[in-house]
């Protein structure tokens, strides 16, 4: 069966600090990867995805992940984190371009300090 | 506007009552989605909808009924509540043929 790890529950970096979070998924071919972002009492809002050509995605908010097929994982980095961009982090796999259904890492939470 | 909107935003009941979240998007969408994220922040899916079909159904107690009335709601009934159903519910929505879900701000139901 299909599932995501996301290897880091609880993340902190400093403000100004670089970020990479951990996303390693298991599926026989290659799926199509994304990162959410969840802000406390919100929903998740789509950060990046992949689904074929460059392993490089960009994605807003200046964060970027790149997939290795060799590695089976979809890290997702940040070159100077801000203190807005502590919130969860999801990564997620779906098996096919028109699949229905979405599975979830169990999420990163990321606290930045001042 | 709000693309995929749900309420109550809050849901405080005790156990054995029925309950309703609803869930309406004005993305024009086809498919329609419920997940549950519990306690542990895990997010798992419950139903889908394609177009007022129900096309996934992971499993979920037959407590648990959605209702689609049409392609831009999709509810959720909740009969004879439990202290394991606390959690927050988020509803989704994606295009046809497409693989993006949208989601709303998340329901949080607390059984008591």
């Known amino acids: 069966a299909q599932s995501v790890t996301q290897p880091d529950i609880h993340i902190t970096v400093s403000e100004g600090a670089s970020l990479e979070l951990r996303c390693n998924y298991s599926y026989g071919a290659t799926p199509y990867l994304f990162w959410y972002v969840q802000s406390p009492g919100q929903g998740l809002q789509l950060l990046l995805k992949?689904?074929?050509?460059?392993?490089l995605v960009q994605g807003i908010k200046g964060f970027e992940a790149e997939f290795k097929r060799s590695q089976s994982s979809f890290n997702l980095r940040k070159p100077s984190v801000h203190w807005s961009d502590a919130a969860e982090y999801f990564c997620?796999?779906?098996?096919?371009?028109?699949?229905?259904?979405?599975?979830f890492g169990t999420g990163t939470r990321l606290q930045v300090f001042p | 506007d709000t693309a995929v909107s749900q309420t109550p935003k809050y849901l405080v009941t005790q156990m054995g009552n029925d309950k309703s979240i609803k869930c309406e998007q004005n993305l024009g969408h086809d498919t329609m989605y419920w997940y549950k994220q519990d306690s542990k922040k895990f997010l798992k899916i419950m139903f889908s909808?394609?177009?007022?079909?129900?096309?996934i159904n992971e499993t979920v107690p037959n407590r648990f009924s959605p209702k689609s009335p049409d392609k831009a709601h999709l509810n959720l009934h909740i009969n004879s509540l439990e202290l394991g159903d606390s959690a927050v519910y988020f509803c989704?929505?994606?295009?046809?043929?497409?693989?993006?879900?949208?989601f709303g701000a998340g329901t949080r139901l607390s059984v008591l």
């Open positions: 997620a796999v779906a098996i096919s371009y028109n699949t229905d259904k979405l599975i």
């Open positions: 989704a929505s994606s295009p046809r043929n497409g693989n993006i879900q949208y």
């Open positions: 992949y689904f074929s050509g460059d392993t």
């Open positions: 909808y394609n177009n007022k079909e129900l096309i």
